[in-house]
């Protein structure tokens, strides 16, 4: 959860930088959980920034990619967005995103990411476009088979596949 509270408050502080006094900043997200942890976030955000006002809205998963690019491409999209990191092509490609680049090298919030993060998340055009708010690390477990015979009592292979969103 710290990672999300990592990525989350950087999407809103980096909207900030956006953002005037006395205006609003339209952000879109997606959480499937009853733990809405944005509501907490969007508080502390705004009691940060007073002037700023943040209308949160909680797009579905199901149809959020195709409400956000149909948003793009109407000309209506919110000010910032939740997007994983497989559509930052498309959303570069769009035009949907500008660089934080600059915001990033002043930005001390910084020296709290894990290493290589920035790496991780760079365009292939080498511009920074936003930070992930979790990643999801794939394992594959696999129980040894027995071999010769040796007598003993063999299992058969058993494969567990395990995501773990790290927080």
């Known amino acids: 959860m710290k990672l999300a509270r990592i990525g989350a408050a950087s999407v809103l502080a980096l909207a900030a930088g956006l953002a005037q006094a006395d205006s609003t900043v339209h952000f879109w997200y997606h959480f499937d959980n009853a733990d809405n942890p944005m509501d907490a976030l969007v508080a502390e955000f705004e009691a940060a920034n007073p002037g700023i006002t943040v209308e949160a809205e909680n797009v579905p998963w199901n149809s959020y990619y195709d409400q956000l690019y149909t948003a793009i491409i109407g000309g209506n999209a919110p000010d910032a967005a939740m997007v994983k990191m497989f559509a930052q092509p498309r959303l570069v490609e769009m035009g949907a995103l500008e660089p934080i680049d600059d915001m990033l090298a002043?930005?001390?919030?910084?020296?709290?990411?894990?290493?290589?993060?920035?790496e991780l998340t760079r365009a292939a055009d080498?511009?920074?476009?936003?930070?992930?708010?979790?990643?999801?690390?794939?394992?594959?477990?696999t129980a040894p088979t027995c071999s010769g015979n040796s007598g003993s009592r063999c299992r058969r292979p058993a494969t567990t596949s395990a995501r773990r969103r790290r927080p």
């Not at 002043?106 to 920035?118: A, F, I, K, P, V």
């Not at 080498?126 to 477990?141: A, E, F, N, T």
């Open 106 to 118: 002043s930005w001390e919030g910084t020296d709290g990411l894990q290493d290589n993060l920035l």
């Open 126 to 141: 080498g511009s920074h476009y936003y930070l992930p708010v979790q990643y999801v690390v794939s394992i594959s477990i």
